[in-house]
């Protein structure tokens, strides 16, 4: 099963480049894949049908959550795989002839018809409540994007909104569902939890299952299209008639039945089962054969059909016996066969006449018969007529309900719902068959185009299995039983549990023929009166809608969230500040006041073993009060980096040298980043709040401050078990091999957390370069070398700040010196911009600091540092470089392109990760290996260094962003915007002294 399933996604992510070289042929290639699965399938008919009665795939995922990768095929899969492979490989073969080969977007959306596919498979096999619903989520994305092919039609892209709305919504109510039951069962395997259904039920914790399993229903109806959520299927109708086939006929709208079906065996006896199944079951099929009737369109009439036979399928598959689980799966694939074909069918008549209006289709049977033949043998077996499936699991179904009736006063009551249901079904199909292909008075006959036998292939399939369904059901009754079986021991309605009973073609006079008959008569009354119908109709209010009330829903959620926006959304820093702040502080207060609880023993203000640490927060808060009271931009970041310079010195006080040098190292590359971008902002703070809310600002603040502190020492005191903390020491050395505590526990111990956390530096960092440049990252600056070359004998600018002509001369001298080639990229910056000091102080200390940087990743394993303190130092020596040589200097110093290192970081983390499972290990697991070497000794290397390697790679990449975003960039734009005067630089004199300017020279240049 886990093979299929990863041959359907494998195949679905080539599927693209299918298409470039195949054209629509590529629909073959797909097809082959649900194909050659459904040879698979009849394959394991053996295994399934055994003694054993299904075939099990478990493979452990994360053990310590109870999340696994289970996957169970019984004779309820078995006989919904039929449908989701054998119904998805015809109608892959069948878009081949739908589609063109100039249609756009073929190749997605043969991927995404395949990958939905293959997650139908996924989600009536899994075996595990979580992994089913990762399955369910997945058809709702593929859906949306299936049915929102035709991304330019605005009816398009609103119907696969609406349907993504809806379906999601009943989603995450069904995960609330799964989440209660398989908490309180104890576990989220599904057979398990069946098994344990029967104490599940009537235990202590009844009412709690049987919310859950309403919440799960919610989920089903909203999948299934059933009243009130019923409007979308319809309105998805704007997707290509091959997803209409598919997804809103054969697959996507039966996970919800199948949902029903797999949680009937154990749950139809709880308490709100019942009522939600058969009374929405009922409502739906009436509503959607009565708004059937109603249109023009032959695929919305098959739309509201398919409306109506998926309430009809819920109420019997719902009904928890085992004669309603025999016919609502014989109904369930007998629906499939007809409402697959079709569907094909009108797909076809809209290819080749170009209209799908009943009032311009005349007289199409004539021009494609074995078309009208085809669609007939649908149509009827839509309709209930021997000897179709359709008439062999409709019979089951009224003798189902004609049972049921005896079961109080609600028994009748839904038969009789069940009779209206079948005459409208009767009336519409017949609608349709005449809608579609008759001979209309007064109408000319519609062109039509002649088709290919392989373009009806799928349809003619589909329609003879529907027939040798009818004649021949007793395979389809063998694959149904052992399912039916499931209810054997469950209280009958009627004082007893009805036998399944079997399918057959002829159960001689019962009352369920009579039904059928007489479902005849007044569907064919309805369709000869189908003017009289029609005017009746059109006395019903327009107001009964279900997608007008979606509309005014959405449209009210809209006003609403307008309002809101306009009076939150008001571009005053000051007011969302104080909407956070004041809700972080009033909502923990309050619990706090509620809780009434004393304040925990053993509290000191000071540490007495840290005389140092009341002169440490001293100067934080002194810091902190500096910074509210600056002027100035770059004095408030001064005093805002003091107070982070504080806390690590209050790390290293109390013995976390560790976190110390981590956070010195983060205040200063987050100094240098805040420095670098404020030179586009004026240097003075203006447009302060006024006066007349700095009480506000500081009620707010020290109420938020003061309620975190006692927030935090509650939190303290309040912990009743052994920290997991103290175990860490032990953990780090004999799990990870190392002796620092917070770096084994980054790199192996939370190792997920820490690939976690790069990844969003990855996205922060390409985030950065997105706004500042407009493509690219900035890393196509001309070498270093030519611009010092062209700048020799050149013009270079001059402010005005700097007509001093000695000390400009002897700049130049500088500049001009050729007797090291060491940061010769600093040429390139204007002489009074240039720092000697600062050059050769970056020339003493950038070596070293990349160096230490490379010891703090290879010694953090035991010792302070790690990758991320290595990373962090790197990232300041190229700021230190940056800053002595400018931007071309940058260019000079990392000829890598940031986004080329961030994305090597990421790889070589990933695959530290993933290389342990090629050794039969887990992702993320370390490896400790001892060894000796000539000069260097005992060595002993832990593997999760190389992931350690991947986040120093990543933090640099990261700083290299930041410098060419936030420095580079802005140099450049400065520059320009500058209009400097200009001098003449004259080429250097030969000797080791040359370099020097003539005065008359450089008195020109300053004229």
Same mark, same amino acid.
Request: charged share 10%; proline share 5%; with cysteine.
């Given at each position: 099963?886990?093979?299929?399933?990863?041959?359907?996604?494998?195949?679905?992510? $080539?599927?693209?480049?299918?298409?470039?070289?195949?054209?629509?042929? =590529?629909?073959?290639?797909?097809?082959?894949?649900?194909?050659?699965?459904? $040879? +698979?399938?009849?394959?394991?008919?053996?295994?399934?049908?055994?003694?054993?009665?299904?075939?099990?795939?478990?493979?452990?995922?994360?053990?310590?959550?109870?999340?696994?990768?289970?996957?169970? &095929?019984?004779?309820?899969?078995?006989?919904?795989?039929?449908?989701?492979?054998?119904?998805?490989?015809?109608?892959?073969?069948?878009?081949?002839?739908?589609?063109?080969?100039?249609?756009?977007?073929?190749?997605?959306?043969?991927?995404?018809?395949?990958?939905?596919?293959?997650?139908?498979?996924?989600?009536?096999?899994?075996?595990?409540?979580?992994?089913?619903?990762?399955?369910?989520?997945?058809?709702?994305?593929?859906?949306?994007?299936?049915?929102? %092919?035709?991304?330019?039609?605005?009816?398009?892209?609103?119907?696969?909104?609406?349907?993504?709305?809806?379906?999601?919504?009943?989603?995450?109510?069904?995960?609330?569902?799964?989440? &209660?039951?398989?908490?309180?069962? *104890?576990?989220?395997?599904?057979?398990?939890?069946?098994?344990?259904?029967?104490?599940?039920?009537?235990?202590?914790?009844?009412?709690?299952?049987?919310?859950?399993?309403?919440?799960?229903?919610? *989920?089903?109806?909203?999948?299934?299209?059933?009243?009130?959520?019923?409007?979308?299927?319809?309105?998805?109708?704007?997707?290509?008639?091959?997803?209409?086939?598919?997804?809103?006929?054969? =697959? &996507?709208?039966?996970?919800?039945?199948?949902?029903?079906?797999?949680?009937?065996?154990?749950?139809?006896?709880?308490?709100?089962?019942?009522?939600?199944?058969?009374?929405?079951?009922?409502?739906?099929?009436?509503?959607?054969?009565?708004?059937?009737?109603?249109?023009?369109?032959?695929?919305?009439?098959?739309?509201?059909?398919?409306?109506?036979?998926?309430?009809?399928?819920?109420?019997?598959?719902?009904?928890?016996?085992?004669?309603?689980?025999?016919?609502?799966?014989?109904?369930?694939?007998?629906?499939?066969?007809?409402?697959?074909?079709?569907?094909?069918?009108?797909?076809?008549?809209?290819?080749?006449?170009?209209?799908?209006?009943?009032?311009?289709?005349?007289?199409? %049977?004539?021009?494609?018969?074995?078309?009208?033949?085809?669609?007939?043998?649908?149509?009827?077996?839509?309709?209930? $007529?021997?000897?179709?499936?359709?008439?062999?699991?409709?019979?089951?179904?009224?003798?189902?309900?004609?049972?049921?009736?005896?079961?109080?006063?609600?028994?009748?009551?839904?038969?009789?719902?069940?009779?209206?249901?079948?005459?409208?079904?009767?009336?519409?199909?017949?609608?349709?068959? +005449?809608?579609?292909?008759?001979?209309? /008075?007064?109408?000319?006959?519609?062109?039509?185009?002649?088709?290919?036998?392989?373009?009806?292939?799928?349809?003619?399939?589909?329609?003879?299995?529907?027939?040798?369904? @009818?004649?021949?059901?007793?395979?389809?009754?063998?694959?149904?039983?052992?399912?039916?079986?499931?209810?054997?021991?469950?209280?009958?309605?009627?004082?007893?549990? !009805?036998?399944?009973?079997?399918?057959?073609?002829?159960?001689?006079?019962?009352?369920?023929?009579?039904?059928?008959?007489?479902?005849?008569?007044? @569907?064919?009354?309805?369709?000869?009166?189908?003017?009289?119908?029609?005017?009746?109709?059109?006395?019903?209010?327009?107001?009964?809608?279900?997608?007008?009330?979606?509309?005014?829903?959405?449209?009210?959620?809209?006003?609403?969230?307008?309002?809101?926006?306009?009076?939150?959304?008001?571009?005053?820093?000051?007011?969302?500040?104080?909407?956070?702040?004041?809700?972080?502080?009033?909502?923990?207060?309050?619990?706090?006041?509620?809780?009434?609880?004393?304040?925990?023993?053993?509290?000191?203000?000071?540490?007495?073993?840290?005389?140092?640490?009341?002169?440490? #927060?001293?100067?934080?808060?002194?810091?902190?009060?500096?910074?509210?009271?600056?002027?100035?931009?770059?004095?408030?970041?001064?005093?805002?980096?003091?107070?982070?310079? @504080?806390?690590?010195?209050?790390?290293?006080?109390?013995?976390?040298?560790?976190?110390?040098?981590?956070?010195?190292?983060?205040?200063?590359?987050?100094?240098?980043?805040?420095?670098?971008?404020?030179?586009?902002?004026?240097?003075?703070?203006?447009?302060?709040?006024?006066?007349?809310?700095?009480?506000?600002?500081?009620?707010?603040?020290?109420?938020?401050?003061?309620?975190?502190?006692?927030?935090?020492?509650?939190?303290?005191?309040?912990?009743?078990?052994?920290?997991?903390?103290?175990?860490?020491?032990?953990?780090?050395?004999?799990?990870?091999? *190392?002796?620092?505590?917070?770096?084994?526990?980054?790199?192996?111990?939370?190792?997920?957390?820490?690939?976690?956390?790069?990844?969003?530096?990855?996205?922060?960092?390409?985030?950065?370069?997105?706004?500042?440049?407009?493509?690219?990252?900035?890393?196509?600056?001309? /070498?270093?070398?030519?611009?010092? =070359?062209?700048?020799?004998?050149?013009?270079?600018?001059?402010?005005?700040?700097?007509?001093?002509?000695?000390?400009?001369?002897?700049?130049?001298?500088?500049?001009?010196?050729?007797?090291?080639?060491?940061?010769?990229?600093?040429?390139?910056?204007?002489?009074?911009?240039?720092?000697?000091?600062?050059?050769?102080?970056?020339?003493?200390?950038?070596?070293?600091?990349?160096?230490?940087?490379? %010891?703090?990743?290879?010694?953090?394993?035991?010792?302070?540092?790690?990758?991320?303190?290595?990373?962090?130092?790197?990232?300041?020596?190229?700021?230190?470089?940056?800053?002595? #040589?400018?931007?071309?200097?940058?260019?000079?110093?990392? !000829?890598?392109?940031?986004?080329?290192?961030?994305?090597?970081?990421?790889?070589?983390?990933?695959?530290?990760?993933?290389?342990?499972?090629?050794?039969?290990?887990?992702?993320?697991?370390?490896?400790?290996?001892?060894?000796?070497?000539?000069?260097?000794?005992?060595?002993?290397?832990?593997?999760?260094?190389?992931?350690?390697?991947?986040?120093?790679?990543?933090?640099?990449?990261?700083?290299?962003?930041?410098?060419?975003?936030?420095?580079?960039?802005?140099?450049?734009?400065?520059?320009?915007?500058?209009?400097?005067?200009?001098?003449?630089?004259?080429?250097?004199?030969? #000797?080791?002294?040359?370099?020097?300017?003539?005065?008359?020279?450089?008195?020109?240049?300053?004229?």
């Amino acid at each position: 099963m886990i093979t299929v399933l990863a041959v359907h996604f494998a195949v679905a992510a $080539v599927a693209p480049f299918l298409f470039r070289r195949l054209g629509r042929n =590529a629909f073959f290639a797909l097809a082959a894949v649900p194909g050659g699965s459904f $040879v +698979w399938l009849a394959l394991q008919h053996g295994a399934v049908y055994s003694g054993a009665g299904s075939v099990a795939v478990v493979m452990p995922w994360v053990p310590e959550l109870r999340l696994e990768l289970a996957f169970r &095929m019984d004779a309820l899969a078995w006989v919904m795989c039929l449908l989701i492979l054998g119904v998805g490989a015809l109608v892959l073969v069948y878009c081949a002839g739908y589609f063109k080969d100039k249609d756009s977007y073929l190749g997605g959306f043969g991927a995404q018809l395949l990958a939905f596919a293959g997650a139908m498979f996924g989600l009536v096999t899994a075996d595990d409540l979580l992994l089913m619903f990762i399955f369910w989520e997945l058809t709702t994305v593929l859906s949306y994007l299936l049915i929102g %092919y035709a991304r330019t039609r605005l009816s398009a892209r609103r119907s696969a909104l609406q349907a993504l709305v809806v379906t999601t919504a009943g989603g995450l109510a069904m995960l609330v569902g799964l989440i &209660m039951l398989g908490s309180t069962a *104890g576990t989220y395997r599904i057979s398990a939890i069946l098994q344990m259904a029967p104490e599940l039920v009537t235990g202590p914790a009844a009412a709690a299952v049987a919310a859950a399993v309403v919440l799960i229903l919610v *989920g089903a109806i909203t999948k299934s299209a059933l009243v009130p959520f019923h409007f979308w299927l319809p309105g998805a109708m704007a997707a290509p008639t091959p997803v209409s086939a598919y997804l809103h006929a054969a =697959a &996507m709208v039966k996970a919800g039945i199948y949902i029903v079906a797999r949680l009937a065996p154990g749950f139809a006896e709880t308490a709100f089962w019942l009522p939600v199944v058969l009374g929405l079951g009922l409502a739906t099929m009436l509503v959607g054969g009565y708004r059937a009737l109603r249109q023009t369109d032959i695929k919305l009439i098959l739309a509201y059909g398919t409306v109506s036979q998926l309430g009809f399928l819920t109420m019997v598959v719902g009904l928890g016996q085992p004669d309603a689980a025999l016919a609502g799966l014989a109904l369930l694939l007998a629906h499939g066969l007809f409402k697959a074909t079709l569907f094909l069918v009108v797909g076809i008549i809209d290819h080749q006449a170009g209209t799908r209006d009943i009032r311009r289709l005349s007289g199409v %049977y004539k021009s494609s018969r074995a078309l009208a033949v085809v669609a007939a043998v649908g149509a009827a077996s839509m309709a209930g $007529v021997p000897p179709l499936a359709g008439f062999v699991s409709k019979e089951s179904v009224f003798e189902v309900f004609v049972h049921h009736a005896g079961a109080g006063v609600w028994g009748p009551v839904i038969l009789i719902g069940v009779v209206l249901g079948s005459i409208l079904t009767f009336a519409y199909s017949a609608r349709f068959l +005449w809608g579609a292909f008759a001979l209309k /008075p007064g109408v000319a006959v519609t062109p039509f185009k002649a088709i290919k036998p392989a373009f009806l292939a799928a349809p003619a399939v589909l329609s003879v299995l529907t027939l040798l369904y @009818g004649l021949w059901p007793a395979p389809v009754d063998a694959w149904i039983q052992p399912y039916a079986a499931l209810f054997a021991g469950h209280t009958g309605s009627a004082g007893g549990a !009805p036998d399944a009973g079997h399918l057959a073609l002829w159960h001689g006079f019962t009352p369920a023929l009579g039904l059928t008959t007489a479902t005849f008569a007044a @569907g064919l009354a309805m369709f000869y009166g189908r003017n009289a119908v029609s005017r009746a109709q059109g006395l019903v209010p327009g107001w009964v809608d279900g997608d007008r009330a979606y509309q005014l829903t959405i449209g009210a959620l809209d006003d609403a969230a307008v309002w809101v926006t306009g009076r939150t959304q008001r571009g005053s820093l000051f007011f969302y500040l104080a909407v956070i702040l004041t809700v972080a502080f009033v909502l923990p207060l309050t619990a706090l006041l509620l809780a009434n609880k004393p304040l925990p023993g053993g509290l000191y203000f000071v540490d007495p073993g840290s005389p140092l640490q009341p002169v440490v #927060g001293a100067g934080i808060v002194i810091g902190a009060l500096a910074a509210v009271r600056a002027n100035k931009r770059f004095l408030a970041v001064l005093m805002v980096s003091v107070t982070g310079y @504080g806390i690590a010195l209050m790390f290293a006080l109390q013995g976390a040298p560790d976190l110390a040098l981590t956070q010195m190292l983060v205040e200063t590359i987050i100094l240098v980043a805040f420095v670098l971008a404020m030179r586009s902002l004026p240097a003075e703070l203006r447009d302060r709040t006024g006066g007349k809310y700095r009480v506000i600002r500081v009620i707010i603040g020290a109420a938020f401050g003061i309620t975190m502190i006692f927030v935090a020492i509650h939190a303290l005191g309040a912990r009743v078990a052994t920290p997991v903390s103290l175990e860490f020491p032990q953990l780090a050395y004999e799990g990870g091999g *190392g002796k620092n505590i917070v770096n084994v526990t980054l790199v192996d111990i939370r190792a997920w957390d820490t690939f976690g956390e790069i990844s969003v530096l990855a996205l922060a960092a390409t985030g950065v370069a997105s706004l500042i440049f407009v493509r690219g990252r900035g890393d196509r600056i001309r /070498p270093s070398s030519s611009v010092a =070359a062209g700048t020799v004998g050149r013009r270079v600018p001059v402010t005005a700040h700097t007509r001093d002509r000695a000390a400009l001369a002897m700049s130049r001298r500088f500049a001009a010196s050729t007797r090291d080639a060491w940061l010769v990229a600093g040429r390139t910056l204007a002489p009074e911009r240039r720092s000697i000091i600062f050059e050769v102080v970056a020339r003493l200390i950038f070596h070293t600091m990349i160096v230490f940087s490379v %010891y703090l990743l290879l010694a953090g394993h035991n010792l302070p540092g790690g990758g991320f303190a290595g990373g962090l130092l790197a990232g300041l020596a190229l700021a230190v470089r940056y800053l002595a #040589g400018g931007r071309f200097e940058l260019r000079e110093a990392t !000829p890598v392109s940031a986004g080329a290192l961030l994305g090597i970081g990421l790889a070589t983390a990933a695959a530290s990760g993933l290389a342990p499972l090629l050794l039969g290990g887990q992702v993320f697991q370390s490896a400790v290996i001892e060894l000796w070497l000539p000069v260097f000794g005992d060595i002993k290397f832990v593997t999760s260094t190389i992931f350690d390697i991947g986040v120093y790679i990543v933090v640099v990449g990261l700083a290299l962003d930041v410098l060419r975003s936030l420095g580079a960039e802005i140099d450049e734009n400065l520059e320009e915007r500058e209009e400097p005067a200009e001098v003449p630089v004259a080429q250097p004199a030969a #000797g080791p002294h040359a370099g020097g300017l003539p005065a008359e020279s450089t008195a020109k240049g300053s004229a």
